[in-house]
């Protein structure tokens, strides 16, 4: 019979992390631990962690519904993972990142708890995967430093915030990056901060600097004119936090079918889990939309999972998975950053020790 326990992690940043929604400097998550009674020894690890300001399951009393979904799932006796997985789309809509861990953990240990979630080379650390250098927000000085220094370190893909600083200031970082730099992607993500009546003269300004998509160039909610920012905009957009609150497959094709974007940011944590993402992949291949998968601040755990899961996807797109160096206490395993891509390297050991066994059934 299949268990799951769930135990509260603080991960620390080695510096503070500015985002849209204020600086951090820790990380509460959630790991999950799955294993079979008939084999305790094996065990399957997944993370859990609701973003605050961010992830629909951002709640108070998360953690104690993780433990009640844990041990509901005890009882109910699913002997194998995949009728055990079925548990996760009950709780995709209203629980996302708890999905995320839990299918996770059960991916994991129907592979024998090896970290192996899907069988690719990528998974074995024959290959990598190349990522976006992610540029914080900072002063102007501060910017321009980040992306030199992400340029030389490798990275010929640049995701870089706008919205914080005054645009004629951000404009004028784009000029100088775009003379430095001409060879390189450069990918912008808004969060929201454009006005609906400024949004298509900023998006026009920001064309002349080759812009590869623009994320999120108004505040979610506004479907109608969002739509008319996609129809007439000369930079591709991508929906990121408009994907949210989406539930359920019905609503899901109704965003796609108004909206008609360009790109979908998926990130497993804040939709549901793989599963839930590859609708979103299904449903927006069947309307020419593409998709660019991204990490959400995870530990080792659940970065390793995404990687892998964009591995055995199957798509050459250079997606934002991280580097699993922000935090000065993340778990120790094989998963690196060399130069600009993600590696597996085999020789390295997961560090899951401190947590010790799973309870006895």
């Given amino acids: 019979m299949l268990h799951l326990a769930a135990t509260p992690y603080t991960l620390r940043f080695r510096k503070p992390a500015p985002t849209s929604r204020g600086a951090l400097t820790t990380r509460n998550i959630w790991f999950v631990r799955a294993w079979d009674d008939s084999a305790p020894a094996i065990t399957g690890w997944g993370e859990a962690g609701p ?20 041990a509901a799932f005890s009882r109910t006796g699913y002997g194998a993972v995949e009728d055990a997985l079925t548990a996760v789309q009950g709780i995709s809509a209203a629980w996302p990142s708890l999905a995320f861990g839990v299918e996770t953990a059960l991916r994991d240990l129907a592979g024998g708890g090896q970290q192996i979630l899907w069988e690719t080379p990528f998974a074995h650390g024959e290959t990598g ?10 002063t102007p000085e501060g910017i321009l430093r980040q ?3 992400k340029v030389d ?58 812009i590869a998509c623009v994320e999120q160039p108004v505040r979610s909610g506004q479907w ?26 019905e609503q899901r094709r109704a965003l796609l079918e108004t909206v008609r974007p360009h790109y979908l940011i998926l990130k497993p944590a804040l939709l549901g889990g793989f599963a839930a993402c590859q609708a979103w992949i299904a449903d927006g291949e069947e309307r020419g939309v593409r998709w660019i998968a991204n990490s959400l601040l995870e530990s080792n755990i659940g970065l ?9 996807a199957g798509s050459n797109a250079v997606h934002g998975l991280g580097s699993g160096t922000l935090f000065a206490n993340n778990i120790d395993g094989p998963i690196h950053l060399r130069g600009a891509r993600l590696e597996l390297d085999r020789r390295r050991e997961w560090g899951f020790g401190a947590f010790g066994d799973p309870p006895p059934a």
């Fill in 147 to 149: 992306i030199k220094a």
């Fill in 304 to 312: 390793n999972a995404i990687c892998q899961w964009v591995s055995a």
């Fill in 224 to 249: 109608e004119v969002m739509a008319g920012i996609c129809r007439r905009s000369p930079i591709p957009i991508a929906l990121d936090e408009e994907l949210i609150p989406v539930a359920g497959g």
């Fill in 129 to 138: 995967l190349p990522t976006h250098g992610l540029i914080w927000m900072d």
């Fill in 51 to 70: 973003l605050p300001g961010l992830s629909r399951d951002d709640r108070a009393d998360f953690g104690d519904e993780a433990a009640r979904f844990c």
């Fill in 153 to 210: 370190a490798g990275f010929d893909v640049i995701k870089m915030k706008i919205g914080a600083l005054p645009f004629a200031e951000e404009v004028e970082i784009l000029r100088h990056v775009r003379s430095a730099f001409p060879g390189i992607e450069l990918r912008l993500d808004a969060n929201g901060a454009f006005a609906p009546d400024e949004a298509l003269h900023r998006l026009e300004t920001l064309a002349a600097f080759d």
